[in-house]
Nanobody, 114 residues
């Protein structure tokens, strides 16, 4: 089973940007769809962005136009560029496959606050 390690979170002011990375322990090329999920305090985990093997992306409405997901199959890494961050984006962010889930990583905490 693949291990997933998220990084890049931190404290940022509203309107700021962060770039999250998710490194997999083995090739992700065979994974058709990868996604970034987030879990805010007291809420369920939600899928916010997904990307197919060849780059087709989808986003939840709340992040459209602000977040960009990408993947580098050669590096077995998935990225999430987050711009114009809002306090409601505060959450622990995780990456995983979409559909057939792997073990969850530890996630990376994003805090948007002034």
């Amino acid at each position: 089973q693949v291990q997933l390690a998220e990084s890049g979170g931190g404290l940022v002011q509203p309107g700021g940007s962060l770039r999250l990375s998710c490194a997999a322990s083995r090739s992700i090329f065979s994974f058709n769809v990868m996604g970034w999920y987030r879990q805010a305090p007291g809420k369920e985990r939600e899928l916010v962005a997904s990307i197919s093997r060849y780059g087709g992306a989808n986003y939840v409405d709340s992040v459209k136009g602000r977040f960009t997901i990408s993947r580098d199959n050669a590096k077995s890494t998935v990225y999430l560029q987050m711009n114009n961050l809002k306090p409601e984006d505060t959450a622990v962010y995780y990456c995983n496959r979409v559909g057939v889930l792997e073990l969850w990583g530890q996630g990376t905490l994003v805090t948007v606050s002034s």
